[in-house]
Every structure is written in structure tokens, then in C-alpha cells.
């Protein structure tokens, strides 16, 4: 069994940076692929980014392509997102999330985080 733990959110001015950290326990993510996604209020879950299990491959969402960087720390058992040039947009729950598949697809992520608010404000 893995668990989650998100944090690193927060109330952040348009143009402004956060990072966001997952951390893992109860077993070893160390050859896991690990995501970030994020729901909006009335929307559906969405991906974000993800790397393998040693952070060499990484994928994101157009949206976020550019100012969003996903990193890892196997070492310490932990997943980051640094974001960079927030806008009003990226205001949403997010969550980590972490399978043996690497993948963008929410559905096939296997252990999730309860989640981080960030709150963009223009």
C-alpha cells in the first residue's frame, strides 16, 4: 500500500510561483510513475504531469508546458511541481498520484493524495 501526501499549496497572486510536494510512505515509489493532477469546482479531474520512476521522462498538460516542472527525489521518497507564472486558470485541488504504468491518463493511476488547494488571484 502506498500513501500520499500532498502539500505546498496556498494563496498565490497571478504571475507568482509554488511548489508543491508529494510525499510517499508505506512503500518504497521508487519504480513508479508519479503524476500530478488537478480539478477544478465543477470540473473533472485533469492531468497535469508525470515522470517514471527515475524522473528522466517527463510529459505535461499544453497548459501548463513551459512553467510547470515535475522533479522526484527517490532518495527521500518524494514528487515535486514547481510552478512558475500562475494564472487565475490553474486555480484547482491538486493532487499526486502514483501506478506502475506510466501514463496521463487519470483513470489508470492506482494510489492518489487527498489533495492541495491552490488559489490563483488576478
Known amino acids: 500500500q502506498v500513501r500520499l501526501v500532498e502539500s505546498g499549496g496556498g494563496l498565490v497572486q497571478a504571475g507568482g510561483s509554488l511548489r508543491l510536494s508529494c510525499a510517499a510512505s508505506?512503500?518504497?515509489?521508487?519504480?513508479?510513475?508519479m503524476g500530478w493532477f488537478r480539478q477544478a469546482p465543477g470540473k473533472e479531474r485533469e492531468f497535469v504531469a508525470t515522470c517514471n520512476w527515475s524522473g528522466g521522462t517527463t510529459s505535461y498538460a499544453d497548459s501548463v508546458r513551459g512553467r510547470f516542472t515535475i522533479s522526484r527525489d527517490n532518495a527521500k521518497n518524494t514528487v515535486y511541481l514547481q510552478m512558475n507564472s500562475l494564472k487565475p486558470e490553474d486555480t484547482a485541488v491538486y493532487y499526486c498520484?502514483?501506478?506502475?504504468?506510466?501514463?496521463?491518463?487519470?483513470?489508470?493511476?492506482?494510489?492518489w493524495g487527498q489533495g492541495t488547494q491552490v488559489t490563483v488571484s488576478s
Open positions: 498520484a502514483a501506478d506502475l504504468r506510466y501514463s496521463t491518463v487519470v483513470t489508470l493511476y492506482h494510489y
Open positions: 508505506g512503500r518504497t515509489v521508487s519504480s513508479y510513475a
